[in-house]
């Protein structure tokens, strides 16, 4: 069976995907059981010719099909999380993964060398420095409304950025204290925990100053990121899913610390997901990762859910873009927001250089 819109991506076992997903629902209990029913009833009937969804409520009568038999089927198929993933071949999977995994620190040793060369005219260069819009995640923002300003302004407004991530840090280490769900995927223990499928063994948790190559253009760089997990540090055409373990709604609200481009995220309530036709909302357009929520949470209070992050080729609803990334640092169900740090100059570059350069 084909995925749609592209003739070379199959989906298996497709079987799996004949049930009513794609539909409002609000007893997601009832859902779960319903569309486990119809995986026991569509299996059964295509590869035994029996109708062992009969064995639901009494013994089959002509076949040797009981109860049992019905909820061990029953079992098999609730505990697998219904999903739709890219089936490519290994060697389509490994095309070129060996040779830029070899690659990739002879870059960053080039381009070190190089940053470091560059520190004798940094001063010039960000005298230099202009943004066509201030944007709160890009360091040097900051930077541009403080240079035209006196020492004295200078260093209050530096002091009023040291306190800024003081406060926002000791937020959300109290956020996190007091969470129903905490997930920190820059832990390897922790990021172990979820469940992984796609282009390979590089779904593991990768240390600050990873970066991600451009597939083309003049710039190499597509990306250099914080601590996470990351789907595209081999190449933004790897299509990857990762899902995390289940949860049990508390609170209001779930949310991720993420990024990414032409990206799903989405929740599933008892493996019933919210983010398809009718739940297009959760799109990841960001390139470095920030605080996102997921919204509609209030009314699943009590019940078992897991969030998962999808390349857009793994997507049916989807457009199929070739070029699709995801990455994720953390995940957190509170009832209390956390707030977003930026990336303050404040943080890696130490004060004494900023009132060297005023003297």
């Given at each position: 069976?084909?995925?749609?819109?592209?003739?070379?991506?199959?989906?298996?076992?497709?079987?799996?995907?004949m049930?009513?997903?794609?539909?409002?629902?609000v007893?997601?209990?009832?859902?779960?059981?319903?569309?486990?029913?119809?995986?026991?009833?569509?299996?059964?009937?295509?590869?035994?010719?029996?109708?062992?969804?009969?064995?639901r409520?009494?013994?089959?009568?002509?076949?040797?099909?009981s109860?049992?038999?019905?909820?061990?089927?029953?079992?098999?198929?609730?505990?697998?999380?219904?999903t739709?993933?890219v089936?490519?071949?290994?060697?389509?999977?490994?095309?070129?993964?060996?040779?830029?995994?070899?690659?990739?620190?002879?870059?960053?040793?080039?381009?070190?060398?190089?940053?470091?060369?560059?520190?004798?005219?940094?001063?010039?260069?960000?005298?230099?420095?202009?943004?066509?819009?201030?944007?709160?995640?890009?360091?040097?923002?900051?930077?541009?409304?403080?240079?035209?300003?006196?020492?004295?302004?200078?260093?209050?407004?530096?002091?009023?950025?040291?306190?800024h991530?003081?406060?926002?840090?000791?937020?959300n280490?109290?956020?996190?204290?007091?969470?129903?769900?905490?997930?920190?995927?820059?832990d390897?223990?922790?990021?172990?925990?979820?469940?992984?499928?796609?282009?390979?063994s590089?779904?593991?948790?990768?240390?600050?100053?990873?970066?991600?190559?451009?597939?083309?253009?003049?710039?190499?760089?597509?990306?250099?990121?914080?601590?996470?997990?990351?789907?595209?540090?081999?190449?933004?055409?790897?299509?990857?899913?990762?899902?995390?373990?289940?949860?049990?709604?508390?609170?209001?609200?779930?949310?991720?610390?993420?990024?990414?481009?032409?990206?799903?995220?989405?929740?599933?309530?008892?493996?019933?997901?919210?983010?398809?036709?009718?739940?297009?909302?959760?799109?990841?357009?960001?390139?470095?990762?920030?605080?996102?929520?997921?919204?509609?949470?209030?009314?699943?209070?009590?019940?078992?859910?897991?969030?998962e992050?999808?390349?857009?080729?793994d997507?049916?609803?989807?457009?199929?873009d070739?070029?699709?990334?995801?990455?994720?640092?953390?995940?957190?169900?509170?009832?209390?927001?956390?707030?977003?740090?930026?990336?303050?100059?404040?943080?890696?570059?130490?004060?004494?250089?900023?009132?060297?350069?005023?003297?």
């Amino acid at each position: 069976m084909k995925k749609p819109m592209s003739m070379n991506r199959p989906l298996a076992p497709a079987h799996l995907r004949m049930n009513p997903f794609g539909y409002g629902v609000v007893d997601a209990y009832q859902e779960l059981v319903t569309f486990t029913d119809n995986q026991v009833d569509v299996v059964s009937k295509a590869t035994m010719a029996l109708t062992v969804s009969c064995a639901r409520c009494h013994n089959h009568k002509f076949d040797p099909v009981s109860q049992q038999d019905y909820t061990r089927f029953y079992g098999v198929m609730i505990s697998n999380r219904p999903t739709t993933i890219v089936v490519d071949s290994q060697e389509k999977q490994r095309r070129h993964q060996e040779a830029i995994k070899q690659l990739k620190p002879q870059i960053k040793k080039a381009f070190a060398t190089y940053w470091l060369s560059q520190i004798e005219s940094l001063e010039d260069r960000l005298q230099k420095v202009e943004l066509k819009e201030r944007d709160d995640s890009d360091a040097l923002s900051p930077w541009l409304q403080m240079k035209e300003q006196g020492p004295e302004a200078f260093e209050s407004y530096w002091e009023g950025l040291q306190g800024h991530v003081g406060r926002v840090e000791a937020h959300n280490k109290k956020v996190k204290e007091k969470a129903a769900a905490y997930y920190d995927l820059r832990d390897p223990k922790v990021a172990a925990m979820f469940f992984k499928t796609g282009n390979g063994s590089h779904l593991s948790t990768q240390p600050a100053g990873s970066f991600a190559l451009k597939g083309e253009g003049e710039n190499v760089f597509q990306g250099v990121y914080p601590a996470g997990v990351y789907s595209h540090l081999i190449s933004d055409k790897h299509a990857a899913v990762m899902g995390s373990p289940r949860m049990t709604v508390s609170g209001n609200n779930l949310w991720i610390r993420a990024a990414g481009q032409q990206a799903k995220r989405r929740y599933a309530v008892r493996h019933y997901p919210f983010g398809g036709l009718l739940h297009d909302d959760h799109r990841l357009n960001q390139t470095l990762p920030v605080w996102q929520s997921s919204r509609k949470m209030a009314i699943w209070q009590g019940e078992k859910i897991h969030y998962e992050f999808r390349t857009a080729r793994d997507v049916i609803s989807g457009p199929g873009d070739e070029r699709s990334w995801w990455g994720v640092s953390e995940i957190l169900m509170s009832p209390e927001a956390p707030q977003r740090r930026g990336a303050p100059l404040s943080l890696w570059v130490p004060r004494r250089l900023w009132t060297k350069r005023l003297c």
